[in-house]
């Protein structure tokens, strides 16, 4: 294949110069080798592609047919290499990135605004699932990037942190005076008496918080479990109990009083969030471009 797309490329150089002495400069080939090429190539089709004369050359029925159909391929073959650049060079292409909702909406889309306006031709397609989905997705090249809370070290992964989260439990006013507890009850007594409500199991901050509470010897024998963030900050919001949040997320309800944060014994581990990506030698293009972005925004700490 390679040998006869040689052949073709020859062929066509020689038709457009209509002489064999300025397809030979053209191509750095010397003219007896395109001569030969030329014939090598009539044989394997069984039929002239040139009338020859002492002025050059120029093509038969045969050739023109065979040329327009060389000119289409090489011209698909220039196109398919400068959408390769183009994709290669971050210009065009496709940005593939994992989140879970709630990240998504609270940190993911400021970003993304900023950086399609940058960049138009480049298509952003998100993935909304838990941290453990993204990272299995990660591990299996199934995404470019994804925004996590950070797993911890990973062989696979490349982890650059752009804040802290603070997990905490609120509740409004009126449900914490309706468990009618003592003034200074601690921790224990508290998640004892209340509902708690808490992300389902698969999700990474629930079995942080779960991990956190084994830690600690806090039992919650009445507990709720939500699937999204969004979902349990207005169920704490309508007074269903005490919500697991994320304090940077409520920073409003906070300051308007309409939710309150419980003071724990023992207070909860910050915990870092950011981009990760699978370690390749070579990035893709519009992953490379999302990052330099990033990095232009002083977003990216480490």
């Given at each position: 294949?390679?040998?006869?797309?040689?052949?073709?490329?020859?062929?066509?150089?020689?038709?457009n110069?209509?002489?064999?002495?300025?397809?030979?400069?053209?191509?750095?080939?010397?003219?007896?080798?395109?001569?030969?090429?030329?014939?090598?190539?009539e044989s394997?089709?069984?039929?002239?592609?040139?009338?020859?004369?002492?002025?050059?050359?120029?093509?038969?029925?045969?050739?023109?047919?065979?040329?327009?159909?060389?000119?289409?391929?090489?011209?698909?073959?220039?196109?398919?290499?400068?959408?390769?650049?183009?994709?290669?060079?971050?210009?065009?292409?496709?940005?593939?990135?994992?989140?879970?909702?709630?990240?998504?909406?609270?940190?993911?889309l400021?970003?993304?605004?900023?950086?399609?306006?940058?960049?138009p031709?480049?298509?952003?397609?998100?993935?909304?699932?838990?941290?453990?989905?993204?990272?299995?997705?990660?591990?299996?090249?199934?995404?470019?990037?994804?925004?996590?809370?950070?797993?911890?070290?990973?062989?696979?992964?490349?982890?650059?942190?752009?804040g802290?989260?603070?997990?905490?439990?609120?509740?409004?006013?009126?449900?914490?005076?309706n468990?009618?507890?003592?003034?200074?009850?601690?921790?224990?007594?508290?998640?004892?008496?209340?509902?708690?409500?808490?992300?389902?199991?698969?999700?990474?901050?629930?079995?942080?918080?779960?991990?956190?509470?084994?830690?600690?010897?806090?039992?919650?024998?009445?507990?709720?479990?939500?699937?999204?963030?969004?979902?349990l900050?207005e169920?704490?919001?309508?007074?269903?109990?005490?919500?697991?949040?994320i304090?940077?997320?409520?920073q409003?309800d906070?300051k308007?009083?309409?939710?309150?944060?419980?003071?724990?014994?023992?207070?909860?581990?910050?915990?870092?969030?950011?981009?990760?990506?699978?370690?390749?030698?070579?990035?893709?293009?519009?992953?490379?471009r999302?990052?330099?972005?990033?990095?232009?925004?002083?977003?990216?700490?480490?």
């Open positions: 294949m390679d040998s006869n797309l040689s052949l073709y490329k020859i062929f066509y150089t020689v038709a110069t209509h002489n064999i002495s300025r397809a030979s400069k053209e191509l750095y080939i010397s003219q007896p080798a395109i001569s030969k090429a030329i014939q090598k190539l394997n089709l069984g039929t002239p592609l040139f009338y020859r004369t002492s002025r050059g050359v120029t093509l038969t029925k045969e050739g023109s047919l065979l040329y327009s159909h060389i000119q289409n391929a090489l011209a698909s073959i220039s196109r398919g290499e400068e959408a390769l650049r183009k994709e290669l060079s971050g210009e065009t292409g496709t940005l593939h990135i994992g989140v879970s909702s709630t990240l998504c909406k609270y940190l993911l400021p970003y993304l605004k900023g950086f399609i306006q940058e960049n031709s480049i298509r952003v397609f998100i993935a909304c699932q838990s941290t453990a989905h993204t990272v299995r997705m990660l591990e299996q090249h199934q995404l470019d990037l994804g925004l996590i809370a950070y797993p911890g070290p990973h062989p696979q992964l490349t982890f650059h942190a752009i802290e989260i603070h997990d905490v439990f609120v509740a409004t006013s009126d449900y914490m005076k468990l009618r507890l003592p003034a200074h009850a601690d921790t224990s007594v508290i998640f004892a008496s209340a509902t708690i409500m808490l992300l389902d199991k698969e999700n990474i901050t629930r079995q942080y918080i779960n991990d956190f509470m084994l830690q600690n010897h806090i039992e919650t024998p009445n507990f709720l479990e939500v699937t999204d963030m969004d979902l900050i169920f704490s919001r309508i007074s269903l109990g005490i919500g697991c949040v304090r940077e997320f409520i409003e906070l308007a009083g309409l939710l309150t944060e419980i003071p724990l014994d023992i207070p909860i581990h910050t915990r870092s969030v950011g981009f990760s990506y699978k370690k390749v030698p070579v990035l893709s293009g519009p992953l490379q999302f990052l330099d972005y990033l990095w232009r925004q002083g977003t990216l700490l480490s």
